[in-house]
């Protein structure tokens, strides 16, 4: 089936520092998505982007995140600066329409020290 | 707020034998959603049942909703290994996009 892919797959920061996650999305998808996962507990829902702007965003995206897609290539989630509680596992998914099937990437592993 | 809940942490099987999996949610929906998620990938989307469904089978896995007492289930019939994973279900929120997903259900199957 189509794939997402997260570049890296892991990264440890320290607090304080800033860290980019990028998500290549399926090519020919118009929505893209980032959700949060920590360990043992629910995936929660962060951020959707559409036509180069967030469409909905949770209590969760915190005004230290930010997204982008520029000129097309990756869609990548910004934290600047990382606090500890970032750490976490984040995923990106990409939909055709709004209302279509999520795919999702294998997740970025997030260690802030 | 809408809110998906796997009702058991974790059931284990043998192959062969069949699995259901159980979930709630709190408001009304337009669908349900069913994922799958293996040790270190993301979720993957098994089945999307409306709110006007009651059943919906893709292969060996069948999906139930019953709105009035907002409950569905997922069943795994003639379980396989590679069937180990965790089971979300999840809903929309009112915005239609976002998915909000339960803690999920993980089912091991052992040989």
């Known amino acids: 089936g189509p794939k997402v892919l997260q570049i890296p797959s892991h990264q440890i920061i320290d607090m304080g520092q800033m860290v980019t996650l990028n998500c290549d999305p399926v090519?020919?998808?118009?929505?893209f998505y980032w959700y949060k996962q920590i360990l043992g507990q629910q995936m929660e829902f962060l951020v959707n982007f559409y036509n180069g702007k967030v469409m909905e965003k949770s209590k969760l995206f915190k005004d230290q995140f930010s997204v982008e897609r520029p000129d097309g290539s990756y869609f990548t989630l910004k934290i600047q600066p990382t606090a500890l509680e970032d750490s976490a596992v984040y995923f990106c998914?990409?939909?055709?329409?709004?209302?279509?099937?999520?795919?999702f990437g294998p997740g970025t592993r997030l260690l802030v020290l | 707020s809408q809110l998906a809940e796997e009702n058991l942490w974790a059931l284990s099987v043998h192959e062969g034998e069949s699995v259901t999996v159980n979930c709630s949610y709190k408001?009304?929906?337009?669908?349900l959603q069913w994922y799958r998620q293996k040790s270190g990938e993301g979720p993957a989307q098994l089945i999307l049942?409306?709110?006007?469904?009651r059943e919906k089978r893709n292969g060996r896995l069948r999906a139930t909703l019953d709105t009035s007492s907002q409950s569905s289930s997922l069943s795994i019939t003639a379980t396989r290994c590679e069937d180990t994973a965790v089971y979300f279900c999840a809903t929309v929120d009112q915005g239609g996009r976002a998915l909000i997903f339960g803690t999920g259900t993980t089912v091991s199957v052992s040989p």
């Open positions: 408001t009304s929906i337009t669908a």
């Open positions: 998914a990409s939909s055709l329409g709004g209302q279509d099937t999520q795919y």
């Open positions: 049942i409306r709110s006007n469904e």
């Open positions: 090519s020919n998808h118009l929505y």
